[in-house]
């Protein structure tokens, strides 16, 4: 208690000069950690379906960025306005993430997981699939903010069929 005491008061003196701010809400476990990464990225994937590039700005840190296959990085939310939001509001993008870690402090997670890419006028008509990953950071509120993006269509050659 008296660490955890010293701490806070050491934290709120200095906090105008070098940032310090509070640590994240109490997590009891690594399981509980990975449950919660995942549980935002779920969220995440369900705010963009629901409300396009509102829901997916809004899962992003200020500092975040997205990542693309040729190494092109955008970064903060303004520039990733520009790039995704037309995208978003004539497509639609849906996805699972199937792996959920973290790091032993909790303060990093990573996501990786599946999607699939349709067009909002005809769900039914898949223009790609692929796989994506997602470096999280938790913030001084608990809450989990993307820190980079990245998602690779899978561009491999369906399996031949069984012989017969």
Known sequence: MRFA???LVVCLSFAPLAGCAAAPSPVSSPAELRASLEKAELAFAADTAARGIEGWLDAFADDGALLDPRGVQTRGKD????RMGAFLAK???DWKPTLADVSPDGQWGYTYGVYTLTTKEDPSKILEKGSFMTVWRRGPD????VIADMGSEDTSPPPAPPAP
């Open 91 to 93: 497509h639609r993008l």
């Open 79 to 82: 520039a990733i306005r520009a």
């Open 142 to 145: 608990g809450k989990w903010r």
């Open 5 to 7: 005491t010293l701490s």
